[in-house]
């Protein structure tokens, strides 16, 4: 499948987990688990993991700060309300799931066939003046100083070098960048998801 066609994809279903409620949310929540643990299981916990303090912060700010019925009866001014947990699920599910979404795509999706996708859907704004090649080539850069950051190598010494990476002549390395040809069974995709996402988004 096209690159440009996944990440289109992706941005549907994280829209869609938007409008999601209920029992429609806990069970695309699951799903988007079980996806991501098929897909990229190290990946998935790793993320999980980062975000569990922001997961404890939605909770106690929508449980204990919102008004409603209180769950205990007993101490309605230290106990958290109905509504505030359900909120709190509600907000929580959709994070949890668009993280484990995440994960998934940046398990099966390598660096360059991602910045290939985002220049594929970037390339309509060069009518509006604006480079896609500059774009997709200079994220790529950026990704791939990132990578050699994490593995303790350092390609500037300061963090101005951040702002103003090097082009891929001035470092001595080149840097390709993947065109892929959008096919029919793409285009039937995107138009499908498309006519979906209107839907569910108007209904």
Not at 32 to 60: D, E, K, N, P
Not at 70 to 81: C, E, I, K, T
Request: with cysteine; glycine share 8%; hydrophobic share 60%.
């Amino acid at each position: 499948m096209h690159a440009g066609a996944i990440l289109f994809l992706w941005a549907a279903v994280a829209v869609l987990m938007q409008r999601a409620e209920g029992w429609s949310l806990v069970a695309l929540s699951v799903a988007s688990l079980a996806v991501a643990f098929g897909c990229a299981r190290t990946q998935c916990v790793r993320l999980l993991a980062r975000i569990r303090v922001l997961l404890l912060a939605i909770l106690v700010l929508f449980a204990w700060f919102t008004p409603g019925e209180a769950v205990f009866m007993d101490w309605p001014r230290l106990g958290p309300s109905r509504e505030g947990l359900s909120l709190a699920l509600t907000h929580g599910c959709r994070l949890a799931a668009l993280v484990c979404w995440v994960a998934a795509l940046l398990g099966r999706m390598s660096a360059e066939r991602l910045v290939s996708g985002l220049y594929a859907l970037a390339r309509p704004c060069g009518a509006f003046g604006l480079s896609a090649e500059r774009f997709a080539l200079r994220l790529l850069l950026v990704l791939r100083y990132a990578s050699a950051a994490q593995r303790g190598e350092r390609p500037w010494q300061d963090w101005k070098g951040w702002l103003n990476p090097p082009t891929a002549g001035a470092c001595g390395e080149v840097v390709r960048l993947t065109r892929e040809r959008l096919g029919f069974r793409d285009i039937v995709l995107l138009a499908v998801a498309c006519i979906f996402l209107a839907l569910w988004w108007l209904r």
